[in-house]
């Protein structure tokens, strides 16, 4: 009826978002930005001194350059599982759609079933440790792919049912067979889902903590550095508030850039979970 | 003519899905019947469950799972839905809310938890300077054993309402603008409109919110973790950090029977409840 906008509700909606929302991220800048002995009063106030520099070095250098491995660890880790569920849970969407029936049902089962069910954390170490994976990288990518498959698929599969079937049987007529039909024509076709899916999988694998504290001990990822970080420089905040700030900075890249396909992706995953 | 869409394209993933998920989940239900190393398992019958449900600090642990996952996501339907309906109305600046409610949804977790581990310092910390300028004297928010887990839930709350905000904002805008004028002719004050349209036509959205923070909720871990670690005592301690303790602890059988308690929670409460709210759907 009347398009006015609601000034007065706005201007609250504005500080009260702003205080509850922004001012934690504003904290983590600021605290990031401090020396030592400010950084320990924990208030929010501007750094007598910026020395962000010099925290990001002191960050970067402690304990042998471990953020550097860990970020090396975590961008294997992220890059090489979201391959892989994408792929395989895109094969599994293209045949599920095309061909339900009684093997579709119990595809879909199982689905339904990696969205719901925790994890079975030590069966799982015994299973990586027989098979000779336990804290490895291998084994903790594959454990991400099982985990990962479920979201992937019913991403795919909402997306397939809207790509028409004459394709495939023009594909077929034209002498390809199912990996050419599926690499050469559906796959490309999937582009935007795949991109959406990437996005909202690596955000996801590059936050995880639990698998890799339970599944790789050895070797360092950034959640896990950081919250190791935690425990033993429990004085020097500065330090810490630098760390989680650095930590921050890829989902914020994926967010400024994806922004449209992280919202269509969550939503759409969920609203027909 | 062979079809051209093999069941073996299931393999690969089949292949991964059951070796790292299937076996383990079936594996578990034997291996909480044990007293387990990894390496050598003794069957003991249900003593772990009997352990499970005797000891104060593991019943602790189950009563707050239940506390957690209802909590968090009836301050997220809540929240959620208030928030999809003042960024969808007349209000200035909605790309800009959008993506201030939504962006702690991407950050990590133990950042975000650690982050209010700080602000939430009992003395120093910036939410009880704040409360004492107006005269509020702010509680130990994670060291009083009253409060430690409630804390970690707003703090969970949010972090994960923006999540249901956008869901919620998908099922409003989806609404056909007819209803809405229809009613506005009709004289509806914006409350009526809230409820009898809003409120019902919402309710896809609505139960994937429930369910999705249900099953968010009640698996929990990482925050907890990062910002009481259980504790004091065992007071914010859920069934997942149950797992992870008596797994370091060494007793894998007795973490097991964690995990198959945790099994049995989700599903009891997620299974009935989804398919309780997806039956009584409106038709449009």
Redesign the interface.
């Known amino acids: 009826?009347n398009?006015?906008?609601?000034?007065v509700?706005?201007i609250v909606?504005?500080v009260v978002?702003?205080v509850?929302?922004?001012?934690?991220?504003a904290?983590?800048v600021l605290?990031a930005g401090k020396d030592r002995a400010q950084a320990s009063?924990?208030?929010?106030s501007w750094p007598h001194q910026l020395q962000f520099v010099r925290n990001f070095a002191d960050v970067v250098e402690a304990r042998d350059y471990m953020l550097i491995i860990a970020y090396i660890n975590s961008t294997v880790l992220t890059v090489a599982s979201v391959a892989g569920m994408v792929v395989?849970?895109a094969?599994?969407a293209?045949?599920?759609q095309?061909?339900p029936g009684r093997?579709g049902g119990l595809?879909n089962f199982?689905v339904l079933a990696?969205?719901?069910?925790?994890?079975?954390?030590?069966?799982?170490?015994?299973?990586?440790?027989g098979?000779g994976t336990f804290g490895t990288m291998p084994g903790l990518i594959?454990?991400e792919?099982?985990?990962g498959?479920s979201f992937c698929v019913l991403l795919f599969r909402a997306f397939i049912a809207t790509i028409p079937r004459e394709l495939?049987e023009a594909?077929?007529i034209d002498g390809?067979?199912?990996l050419r039909?599926?690499f050469r024509v559906i796959f490309p076709l999937l582009r935007s889902v795949i991109i959406t899916a990437v996005v909202v999988q690596s955000?996801t694998v590059?936050?995880d903590?639990?698998n890799p504290?339970?599944f790789l001990p050895g070797d360092p990822t950034?959640?896990l550095t950081?919250?190791n970080f935690?425990g033993q420089y429990t004085s020097e905040?500065n330090l810490?508030?630098m760390n989680?700030l650095l930590?921050?900075v890829p989902?914020?890249v994926?967010?400024l850039f994806f922004?449209r396909r992280?919202?269509a992706g969550?939503?759409a995953g969920?609203?027909k979970? | 003519m062979k079809?051209?869409?093999?069941?073996w394209?299931?393999l690969?993933?089949?292949l991964?899905?059951a070796?790292?998920?299937?076996?383990?989940?079936f594996?578990?239900f034997y291996?909480s019947l044990t007293r387990?190393t990894?390496f050598e398992s003794h069957f003991i019958g249900l003593d772990n469950f009997v352990t499970f449900f005797q000891e104060p600090a593991l019943v602790k642990g189950f009563v707050n799972t239940l506390i957690y996952g209802v909590v968090t996501s009836g301050l997220k339907v809540v929240i959620g839905l208030g928030l999809a309906v003042?960024l969808t109305?007349?209000?200035?600046?909605r790309g800009?809310?959008r993506?201030?409610?939504?962006?702690?949804?991407?950050?990590?977790?133990?950042?975000?938890g650690?982050?209010?581990t700080?602000?939430m310092?009992p003395e120093?910390?910036?939410i009880n300077?704040a409360l004492g300028t107006v005269g509020v004297d702010g509680p130990g928010w994670l060291t009083d054993p009253a409060y430690a887990l409630l804390s970690v839930a707003l703090v969970d709350v949010?972090k994960g309402v923006g999540?249901a905000t956008?869901?919620f904002i998908?099922?409003i805008v989806s609404i056909p603008q007819e209803y809405f004028?229809a009613a506005?002719t009709d004289g509806a004050s914006a409350w009526d409109m809230f409820r009898n349209i809003t409120l019902p036509l919402a309710r896809?959205?609505t139960v994937?919110v429930v369910?999705?923070s249900l099953?968010g909720g009640?698996?929990s871990?990482?925050l907890i973790?990062?910002m009481t670690r259980g504790g004091p005592g065992f007071t914010s301690d859920v069934v997942?950090s149950v797992?992870?303790k008596q797994?370091q602890a060494g007793f894998?059988g007795l973490?097991?029977a964690g995990?198959?308690v945790?099994?049995v929670i989700?599903?009891a409460i997620?299974?009935p409840l989804s398919r309780f709210l997806n039956r009584k759907e409106v038709e449009l």
Not at chain 1, 3 to 7: A, D, M, Q, T
Not at chain 1, 20 to 25: R, S
Not at chain 2, 3 to 7: E, I, N, Q, T, V
């Open positions: 009826m398009g006015r906008r609601n000034w509700l706005s909606a504005i978002s702003a509850v929302f922004l001012v934690p991220f904290f983590i605290m009063l924990l208030d929010f395989l849970a094969m599994v293209f045949v599920l095309r061909r093997w595809v199982l990696g969205l719901i069910v925790p994890p079975a954390v030590v069966p799982t170490i015994w299973v990586l440790k098979t594959l454990v792919i099982a985990f498959l495939d594909a077929v390809a067979g199912p039909l599926f955000v590059f936050n903590f639990v504290l339970y950034v959640q950081l919250y935690a905040y810490l508030f989680i930590i921050t989902p914020l994926m967010f922004n992280i919202v969550m939503t969920a609203i979970g | 079809s051209p869409y093999p069941r394209f299931y690969p993933a089949a991964v899905y070796v790292l998920f299937v076996v383990p989940t594996a578990s291996f387990w990894i003042l109305g007349r209000i200035a600046a800009y809310l993506s201030v409610v939504f962006f702690p949804v991407l950050v990590s977790t133990i950042g975000v650690l982050t209010f700080v602000l310092n120093r910390g910036l300077q949010w999540l956008l869901i998908a099922g004028e506005r896809p959205a994937t369910i999705l099953i009640l698996r871990f990482d973790w990062a997942a797992i992870y797994y894998a973490s097991t995990n198959v945790l099994f989700v599903t997620v299974l």
